[in-house]
């Protein structure tokens, strides 16, 4: 049930993040790696749940699943699990649906190699949920912040 100490943990940094200014929060936007096995139901409901009486009382969750990059330490160069998804299909057949790299992306190095030069030396790129938007009304304007 980790979707609700994620809920709130989003609910926490928002209203820390709004502190005594006197805004509304109308929308936040919460960035995943696909990897994540997050149920966006359940997340969604315990956020709509924990967030009664606060400045988020009336805020939409949105959950936008972000790809997985890497960089290859080698050559230099980045690149998305698209990139590679022809190796990912080999492992998931070889493996199931519960491969390695499903349970733990960090192990994506032992699999799969960079699509430019071929070294296994490559890096995950951060796996970290982040708030990247958050939509606020003030004095009755809707503005949207990036936290990107």
Not at 13 to 34: A, E, R
Not at 49 to 56: A, F, N, P, T, W
Not at 132 to 143: L, M, S
Request: glycine fraction near 4%.
């Amino acid at each position: 049930m980790h979707e609700w100490s994620v809920a709130d943990a989003v609910i926490r940094t928002v209203i820390n993040w709004v502190d005594d200014k006197k805004i509304k929060v109308k929308k936040v936007v919460l960035g995943v790696p696909s990897f994540s096995f997050l149920d966006v139901e359940i997340l969604k409901e315990a956020f709509n749940i924990m967030k009664r009486d606060s400045v988020l009382d009336e805020a939409e969750l949105e959950v936008k699943f972000k790809d997985l990059r890497f960089k290859c330490k080698n050559c230099g160069k980045e690149f998305s699990l698209n990139d590679v998804k022809d190796q990912i299909d080999s492992v998931r057949s070889e493996f199931g649906e519960e491969y390695p790299m499903h349970f733990m992306p960090a192990l994506a190095p032992s699999f799969i190699k960079c699509p430019y030069c071929g070294s296994h030396d490559i890096a995950l790129e951060s796996q970290d949920m982040t708030i990247d938007e958050i939509q606020v009304e003030e004095n009755g304007t809707v503005k949207t912040v990036s936290q990107g």
